[in-house]
């Protein structure tokens, strides 16, 4: 996650057709990453994303700090998917095994590269589909955006206490799963 | 210390997520205690790999295909989002701050060389109109200001005095023997003529 907005140029009241489709190349595979991880499946990340952007840039002139526009844009991507979970209940994590073979993207990896890569992603992907949902979230906006617990308490609606209990026990998971996987 | 510290404990500290206090004494536990310490470790290190792969994509996801498919969803959602949109009102015509101020200052000269230029008179008057829509109600002249229908009475004989003109009634150049002014808003005078021993009397009333 370390794209970040970078120096769009832009008028953040109207942006042109062209200004538009720089803030949405520039910040796309960030916050498609964010709101996958969230809900766990690529078809409804894709379809959250797109509402993500359309909601952000529909709202162009509540962005009045384009430094804060990554911040801005995050925080309405996860809204949106934490609003998607509500809505939605569980995540059916059982697509993850559905999506084809993993596809050689770089070419500077090498085959053993591109197979440990796969294992590793596999290892955590599975850790993270242990949690419930609340706590990978929870886990996610605290390890992955580095909000604060007080932020990630008002984007999920409950209490800083409860956030730690979240992030708390996910991490214990995360850690018995691991140690499963190693043994 | 010999009990260990809880887990829980150990997966908060590893993003700082523990009290004051108990982020104190688990430091203190840890570094004499091998076996925490390396829990420790380990629970960092988690948080590590998640960063890490949150920033991977999914396995076998055609990432161009789905960015370029998802950017025309976007474009397209704009534009449908546009064509069902409330239309807008036209807002009024807004000032930004600099030519407001220039205009403010200009008005401010024209209407300070219009005060400096108008007569004494009408300088007051206006003052007192402006005073007393500030203090919201009518404000009555000061006599200094307008002393309104004014009796005189002195040596050269009576004289009933408004709005600047003046009415003087006088024998004359005899100065009269007497002169009276009541509070009610008259005066008199009262001359004796030095060769016949008439006298006569001179009255105004302000009415």
């Known amino acids: 996650m370390s794209e970040a907005p970078g120096s769009t140029g832009f008028d953040a009241t109207s942006l042109s057709s062209d200004q538009q489709t720089r803030f949405v190349n520039e910040n796309l595979r960030r916050v498609f990453l964010l709101i996958y991880r969230i809900v766990g499946n690529v078809p409804d990340a894709q379809d959250l994303t797109q509402e993500a952007f359309i909601k952000a840039l529909q709202r162009q002139d509540q962005l009045k700090d384009l430094d804060k526009a990554a911040h801005w844009l995050s925080r309405i991507a996860s809204n949106t998917a934490i609003d998607f ?24 990896e090498s085959p053993e590269d591109l197979l440990l890569r796969a294992e590793r992603r596999e290892y955590l992907e599975g850790g993270l589909g242990v949690l419930t949902e609340r706590e990978r979230t929870a886990l ?44 | ?31 004499g205690c091998e076996r925490c310490r390396k829990a420790a470790e380990e629970f960092r290190a988690d948080r590590r790999r998640v960063r890490q792969i949150a920033s991977e994509l999914p396995a076998g996801l055609d990432w161009d295909r789905v960015a370029a498919e998802m950017t025309a969803n976007i474009h397209l ?28 200052g200009v008005a401010v000269l024209l209407a300070t060389g219009w005060w ?50 003046s009415l003087g009634i006088s024998e004359g150049s005899a100065p009269p023997l007497a002169v009276t002014v009541s509070v009610p808003g008259s005066a008199s005078a009262r001359y004796v003529d030095g060769d016949t021993g008439q006298v006569t009397i001179t009255s105004v009333y302000a009415q």
């Open chain 2, 77 to 104: 959602g704009l534009a449908a989002g546009e064509c069902v949109a409330p239309r807008r009102k036209k807002s009024a015509v807004t000032l930004s701050w600099r030519p407001a101020a220039v205009m403010a």
């Open chain 1, 140 to 183: 996610l906006l605290r390890d992955v955006e580095d909000l604060p617990a007080e932020e990630v308490a008002a984007r999920l609606n409950c209490s800083k206490a409860t956030v730690r209990s979240h992030i708390a026990n996910g991490r214990v998971k995360l850690r018995r799963y691991f140690e499963r996987r190693k043994s």
């Open chain 1, 85 to 108: 979970l509500r809505r939605a209940g569980r995540v059916n994590f059982s697509e993850l095994e559905d999506l084809p073979e993993p596809v050689a993207k770089s070419r500077e």
């Open chain 2, 1 to 31: 210390m010999t009990a260990h510290v809880s887990e829980i404990d150990l997966a908060l500290a590893a993003s700082g997520d523990l009290s004051l206090w108990r982020a104190v004494m688990l430091r203190l536990h840890v570094a």
């Open chain 2, 116 to 165: 400096l230029n108008m007569p004494h008179d009408a300088t007051v008057a206006l003052g007192r109109a402006l005073s007393s829509v500030v203090h919201g109600r009518t404000m009555a002249p000061s006599p200094a200001e307008d002393p309104g229908m004014v009796v005189n009475a002195d040596e050269k004989g009576v004289e009933l005095r408004e709005n600047g003109g």
